[in-house]
């Protein structure tokens, strides 16, 4: 059975693509209190061996540590992929991010989330009502335009990279281990964790 690395997996509730059905999955999160298999920093993974899992998913996760951070998180993201490991990254869009600031829309409904309203706001400094509960791991310590995300998948060895903007101001990357051989495999990935 192929195992899934869920890296900042959150509830357990928490949608993973249908992709991973029937994969086990190893929920790794900072908050102890949503029950992961291993409470850690994605920035720490030694719980996992080298070469462990087949695919990382992480969602929303990467933009709550700190810019110097990202690049370990990322190195232990490849560390932990078997030969022919993809990961799976989300981070927020800074740079679409920015429009709706520019146009004084800073606090304006951009998509309804599973905990409720998204707003820019949320989007560039954490969700603030998760905040506001005491949740100071939801903030948002760093951010990514498209060139500086892709920046940091190849400074962690990806050998190869696919990165596509989504509707809801999102960066979605798909980062292979090694060279796919052909846009193929690539592509069929990218429309199957619907990145």
Do not use: K
């Amino acid at each position: 059975m192929p195992v899934l690395l869920n890296a900042g997996a959150g509830h357990a509730d928490s949608p993973v693509p249908g992709y991973f059905a029937g994969w086990q999955q190893i929920r790794v999160d900072v908050n102890a209190r949503v029950n992961p298999d291993i409470v850690a920093s994605i920035t720490d993974l030694s719980a996992l061996a080298t070469a462990s899992v087949d695919a990382v998913w992480s969602a929303h996760c990467v933009e709550h540590l700190f810019a110097h951070e990202v690049p370990v998180a990322l190195a232990e993201f490849r560390r932990v992929l078997r030969p022919g490991g993809f990961a799976g990254i989300i981070v927020p869009d800074i740079q679409a991010i920015a429009e709706w600031i520019g146009t004084d829309r800073l606090h304006e409904i951009i998509y309804q989330s599973a905990a409720g309203p998204v707003t820019a706001h949320d989007m560039l400094w954490g969700f603030g009502p998760a905040i506001a509960a005491g949740d100071a791991a939801m903030a948002h310590r760093c951010g990514f335009t498209p060139t500086l995300f892709l920046e940091r998948l190849n400074g962690a060895g990806f050998a190869e990279i696919a990165l596509r903007r989504r509707s809801n101001l999102e960066l979605a990357a798909l980062a292979l281990r090694e060279v796919s051989g052909g846009t193929g495999r690539r592509e069929a990935l990218m429309a199957a964790l619907e990145l």
